[in-house]
Structure formats: C-alpha cells, structure tokens
C-alpha cells in the first residue's frame, strides 16, 4: 500500500499523528503479504490496526468476539436451515445429494450426515 492509498483510506479526520500513520502503513504492508488476494481481510485487518491506535484494546476486542460470536450463530442457524432443506428435498427426490451440497456450498459428506448415512 502507498501512503497516498493509505491517505484516501483514512480520510481527513482520521486523528492519527504523522508517526502513527507511519507506523499504520508499515501495519498495512504486512497486513496485505498475511492477507494476499483476500481484500476483505485485509480490510478487516487494517481496520482493527486503525481502531487499536484510536480506542482501547479492550474495546476493540470485545466488540471483535461479540462480531465473531454473532456469526458464528447465524452460521448455525444457517446449518440448521440446510440439514433441514437437504433431508427434505433429497427424500422428495427435487435434489440430490451431490447437487444440493454444490448449491448449499458443504460437501456431499456433510450431506450424507445430514441425512443418516
């Protein structure tokens, strides 16, 4: 990342001294080798890098695992909704196991589970 890129990101009232943003950029370099082609997680990244310079660390953590906690319950109701869809719509012959894994994204395996096998 370029420190104009990095300019644009923050925007003008970003609070941050010249020497943190600085020290953000380097953040921002290593952030994108970790990351790689993910810009959703390189995003996500440099946003907490951000936060930690301008809010306390218990802060940003707490408001982190309460994110990843609330997805991890949609990701099982999600499931839930799923297993459910897969038994009846395979039992009802509108799908089969392998189709319906493809286009709920789990693989043939987990379907198999679902339904008893």
């Known amino acids: 990342m370029q420190r104009y890129e990095l300019d644009a990101w923050l ?7 010249d020497d943190q943003v600085d020290d953000l950029l380097g953040q921002a370099d290593d952030i994108d080798s970790r990351a790689g082609d993910d810009q959703a997680e390189a995003r996500e990244a440099l946003t907490a890098a951000y936060r930690l310079m301008r809010e306390s660390a218990d802060t940003v953590v707490a408001d982190l695992a309460q994110r990843r906690a609330a997805a ?5 109701d999600a499931l ?6 897969a038994i009846v719509l395979i039992e009802r012959g509108d799908a089969t196991e392998s189709g319906f894994a ?3 994204g789990v693989d043939r395996m ?3 589970k679902w339904l008893g096998k």
Not at 11 to 17: A, E, N, Q, S, V
Request: proline share 0%; net charge neutral; no cysteine.
């Open 11 to 17: 925007g003008d009232d970003h609070g941050l001294t």
């Open 72 to 76: 991890r319950a949609a990701e099982f």
């Open 80 to 85: 839930a909704g799923l297993q459910q869809a």
């Open 102 to 104: 493809r286009q709920a």
């Open 110 to 112: 987990t379907v198999r």
